[in-house]
C-alpha cells in the first residue's frame, strides 16, 4: 500500500513540472523587453549622413539686405523683385554715380586737365593718391571715382565741373528733381555719411538707368581693370574695378559699390541677359551682397 506521504511527493513533482513547461512556452512566444535601447553600431568605414545643405540660389532673397530690386532698365515700373524699395537709406558711394553723370553732361572735353587742389586731399578713407598742384585729365578721374571709388577724385571733379563743391551738389540735387527721384537727396560728391544723404532702391534704379544711357558712363563702369594716363614717372596708371560681378556673372556691365559704417555694403550692378538690360540694387547688406545680386539675376535666367 502506497503511503500518504509517497502520495503528496509524486503530486508535487507533477505541478512543479507543470510550472516549467508553462513557463517555457511563454518565454518561447513573447517579445522580449529591454528596461536600455541599444544603438546599432554603424560598421567601420562608413560616412556619417550629412543633413541636406539648400544651395545659396535655394536661400531667401536679400534677406541680409535691408532693401533690394531687380528690375529691367527700360520697364522699370514692373520690378521682378522688390523689397523695401521706398525707403530712405544712406548709399555711400552710389552717390558716384549721379556725380559720374553730371560731370558728363557738363564737360564735354575729357581731356581737359583738373588742377589737384590742396582742398581736394582731405577727405578720407577711399582716396586715388594724388598730390596738390598735379594736372589729370577728366577722364582718368572718372576712372579713379568708378573703379577706384576715390573721394579725392569726387572732391576734384565736382570742384572743376562746378567751380566749387556746394554748386556741384546743386546740381545733382536739381538732376534728382528732374529724373522724378522723389526720396533721393545729395549733400556730397562722395557718399561719406550725412543725414541729408540718401536714396532708395527704386530711385537708385532710375539713376542707373538714365547713367547707363550715357556711351561713356557705361564704357566706364563696364571695365574691370582700366589704364589711363597720370602724372607719374611712367605716364600712367592702372585702376581694377571693385565691381567682382564684372568677373563672376556673364553679362554684367556695371555698376557701382558702396561702404560706410551708417550705409552698410550698398551695391548697385547692371547685366544684359538675354538682350535685355536688369539692375539690381541692395541697400544695408552684408558681404552677402555678391551673392544677393547673383541669385536676383538668376531669376530671369530661370525663365
Known amino acids: 500500500m502506497i503511503s500518504r506521504v509517497k502520495i503528496g511527493a509524486f503530486l508535487l513533482s507533477l505541478v512543479l513540472f507543470s510550472n516549467h513547461v508553462h513557463g517555457e512556452l511563454l518565454l518561447k512566444h513573447s517579445i522580449p523587453v529591454t528596461s536600455k535601447r541599444t544603438k546599432a553600431k554603424r560598421p567601420k ?41 521706398d525707403e530712405r537709406l544712406s548709399i555711400a558711394s552710389l552717390t558716384k554715380i549721379m556725380t559720374a553723370l553730371i560731370v558728363l553732361e557738363n564737360i564735354s572735353d575729357l581731356d581737359e586737365l583738373v588742377t589737384i587742389s590742396p582742398a581736394d586731399l582731405k577727405v578720407e578713407p577711399s582716396i586715388v593718391h594724388f598730390q596738390a598742384g598735379e594736372k589729370i585729365p577728366v577722364r582718368s578721374l572718372l576712372y579713379g571715382l568708378m573703379l577706384k571709388s576715390g573721394n579725392d577724385a ?7 565741373t562746378a567751380k566749387d563743391v556746394p554748386t ?43 547713367a547707363l544711357e550715357n556711351e561713356i558712363f557705361q564704357e566706364i563702369v563696364s571695365s574691370s581693370t582700366k589704364t589711363v594716363p597720370w602724372p607719374s614717372a611712367t605716364g600712367k596708371r592702372t585702376f ?33 541677359i538675354n538682350n535685355t538690360q536688369y539692375i ?16 536676383l539675376f538668376n531669376l530671369v535666367q530661370s525663365k
Open 45 to 85: 568605414g562608413t560616412i556619417k549622413p550629412q543633413r541636406t545643405q539648400l544651395p545659396k540660389e535655394n536661400a531667401p532673397l536679400a534677406a541680409s539686405a535691408k532693401a533690394a530690386l531687380l528690375v529691367a532698365a527700360k520697364n522699370l515700373e514692373k520690378p521682378l523683385f522688390a523689397k523695401n524699395v
Open 154 to 160: 569726387a572732391l576734384a571733379l565736382a570742384r572743376h
Open 240 to 272: 581694377k574695378n571693385k565691381n567682382r560681378l564684372l568677373l563672376e556673372y556673364p553679362g554684367t556691365n556695371g555698376v557701382k559699390t558702396g561702404f560706410t559704417g551708417k550705409a552698410k555694403r550698398t551695391l548697385v550692378t547692371s547685366a544684359n
Open 168 to 210: 556741384f551738389v546743386a546740381l545733382m540735387n536739381t538732376k534728382a528733381a528732374e529724373l522724378g527721384l522723389a526720396n533721393t537727396h545729395f549733400a556730397n560728391p562722395h557718399g561719406l555719411d550725412d543725414p541729408k544723404n540718401y536714396s532708395t532702391a527704386m530711385d537708385l534704379a532710375k539713376l542707373t538707368a538714365t
Open 280 to 295: 539690381a540694387v541692395t541697400l544695408g547688406d552684408t558681404k552677402q551682397d555678391w551673392q544677393n545680386h547673383k541669385n
